[in-house]
């Protein structure tokens, strides 16, 4: 792909994001972000779970 290129195609993701309504842009954002994985699970996958599974068993 070819510097142009790139820089026509951001250019129309750009355009079309500006032309669409301000509520509208500020929902997909909110949904996007519910959307999301937990903050521990997107940074460190399995990890963070199987020690709180360990942790409990533990800990009983």
Not at 4 to 20: A, E, I, L, P, S
Not at 24 to 38: A, D, F, I, T
Request: glycine fraction near 4%.
């Amino acid at each position: 792909m070819k510097t142009n290129d790139y820089v026509k195609f951001v250019t129309q993701q750009f355009v079309q994001y500006m032309d669409q309504p301000k509520t509208e842009r500020k929902m997909k954002r909110v949904q996007r972000k519910e959307e999301r994985s937990p903050f521990p699970s997107r940074w460190f996958g399995m990890l963070p779970l199987g020690f709180m599974i360990w942790y409990r068993k533990k800990r009983s």
